[in-house]
């Protein structure tokens, strides 16, 4: 993985320093609220319902061990022993002290990591597929492009006061992984008819208020002006973007309000005028960065471990992990693990401290010492050996870690809503939780099949709830709080947004709701294989609507 | 008089602006500092005078109507109506490196410490900060960063070159 260079760590320590001071100047009043405000976002640092909350940047989702256990570390020492990851593959804490961040901040620069940019209207932590490097489907591995992204976006001077926050990711297969149609610039490593590698670029997506998919500005464009044409996007954003209105200004409405052609035709000419200027990436440089992500490694193995098979036909219940959690890995005898932070005990996404002090141990152990968060809440061990399967998994059911439900319906994203943030206008943990304990039967549960549930405590829309195949919104009408339930959205190359079905229903009766469509689901799929989705596209949504308000 | 930080000193502001141009002759003594639309209505008749001329931008205004005239101009001024407001940062930039203009680009409006850095990378290098800021403290903020990733208008080699070995 990337490593720091003197230039690096001078950067994050400056940073803090900067930051320190920043905190001085609020403490002793020099700096009001609200020029304070757009400081500590700019660090990470929110005023939520109870405390301050902080979000540490995991860039593109890769985690070396040592910096897992400093993130253990700081939930022990600085939080209340657990941490919350995001669906941008960030971490957040949810009780640290204002002045003790610059401590936190230092900490986390000891082991190359930080805050910078992880909120505020700038450029934010680049996102990537959590199966880089590893996936059957790879075309070539966006990792080095998302470093030079982070490093050309980090301080960027130019946009670091946007309208509005800016989310940029990069995926690396044929199937899209990391929900590029709703970011604000989506990057696709695609190949052309040449053979050469280099980007789709994908403009205007986000969800929020006025979901959006991405629309293709460009689609083709060679690696080396990855920056060049980057900087164009943002720079004709940066002076035409809203700024009039704060649910206005995502560069979405200003590609709706123009139209991509219009946008199209700015950026390319801003574009011509710098293309092969000081941003063009030489070969020498692409390499240098590539030479950061080679692969571990590997040992030549057999492509089917056969002691492996033999574990499975006899140890049901791991064969039934095994069914569900590991993922096809590129080279023979390897696999890829899912570690579901879905376990129906904690909130989604939320681990603790002595957990992760864990996973870091068995990443040094079964998985050259990495770790990955997906865009789902999730961990991932992109390396395992085949033989090595049986004893992580023991060793993940120690811990808690074991439940067999990636990609299913208890595998929900959601965001912390009522319970700490203070947009919120309903409580989601709670959703959350009921729905997994009422589809804990595993039989159940596989029954229904690949299904992606999302819930959300207010329009922000932070869980994605459009673009999950069955989305939760949670709403106040009159002080009640209410569970809007949308249907048939996704976030992958077959992206769309979800429909609201209707009236909200009350706390106690929206896990009914959703097994009212399931209901229909089941009744009404022409077999096991068709998907939820599928049945879905095929209906559209009046069976679910007759049967949930009929 | 109005002060400007400028290389790391404060000097008295000699600029003046003016918004609504008469006449020729109407027009104050000295430099003088107009809008962006009576530069391009009246220049021929400006740059009779016999002072420094310059251009106010409001922050909406695209600086590329200024490529034929930056060799007549000696000042930009550029609006920052809030610290939130980064548009004529992307202005600075343009001035600077597309359009190539090498006289005073000046920041005006809510210019404080945490912002000037960023100004001052984009190409700004007169600022015309807040009257109740200690501007000279201000000016401390342009140390907070030793390097720079990105190749920006304030002349630093950015990392990329330096780890090249260009410096
Ligand atoms: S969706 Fe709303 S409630 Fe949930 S985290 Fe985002 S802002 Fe908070």
Known sequence: ???????????????VAQFRGQVARRLNGELTEDEFKPLRLRNGVYLQLHAYMLRVAIPYGLLASRQLRKLAHIARRYDKGYGHFSTRQNIQYNWPRLDEVPDILAELAEVEMHTIQTSGNCIRNTTADHLAGVAVDEIEDPRPYCELVRQWSTFHPEFNWLPRKFKIAISGGAQDRAALAYHDIGLRLVKNDAGEIGFEVMVGGGLGRTPMIAKTIREFLPKQHLLSYLEAILRVY???GRRDNIFKARIKILVHEHGIEKIRELVEADWEATRDGALALRDEDIAGFKAFFAPPPYETLPANDSGLAQQLESDPAFARWHGNAVIAHRVPGYAAV?????????????????QMDAIADLA??????????NHRQ???????????????????????????????????????????????????????L???????????????????????????????????????????KKGEELYQLLLGGSSRNDASIGAITGPGFAPDAIVGAVEDVLAVYLERREGPEETFLEVYRRLGDQPFKERLYG | MDKILKDGVLIDNEWTDVTGYEALSSLPSGDIVVPLDQWLEHRADLVKRNSRLGVRLRNDEDPARLA??????ALVVLEFPSFGDGRALSQANLLRRRLGFEGEIRA??????????DMRRCGVDAFAVRPDRDALAAAEAFDDFTYSYQPTADGRLPISRIRRGDA
């Open chain 1, 1 to 15: 993985m990337y490593q720091y260079d003197r230039f690096d760590h001078q950067m994050v320590r400056e940073r």
């Open chain 2, 68 to 73: 034929d005239d930056l060799g007549r101009i």
């Open chain 1, 238 to 240: 940066n002076m035409l």
């Open chain 2, 108 to 117: 005006t409006g809510d210019v404080q410490r945490d912002q000037m850095n």
């Open chain 1, 378 to 432: 999730n961990l991932l061990f992109a390396d395992v050996r085949q033989s090595d399967l049986h004893a992580l998994w023991q060793a993940l059911v120690d811990l808690d870690l074991a439940t067999p439900n990636n990609g299913k319906l208890t595998d929900i994203i959601s965001c912390p809503g009522m319970d700490f943030c203070s947009l919120a206008t309903a409580r989601s943990i709670p959703v959350a």
């Open chain 1, 364 to 373: 040094d152990r079964y998985s050259f010492g990495q770790i990955r968060v």
């Open chain 1, 434 to 476: 009921d729905l997994q304990r009422r589809f804990e039967d595993l039989d159940h549960l596989y029954d229904l099949g690949d299904l992606t549930l999302n819930i959300s405590g207010c329009i922000n829309a932070c869980a994605h709830h459009h673009a999950g195949n069955i989305g939760i919104l949670g709403v106040n």
């Open chain 1, 338 to 354: 899912d570690i579901s932070l879905k376990t129906g005990v904690q909130a989604p996404g939320d681990v603790t401290d002595d």
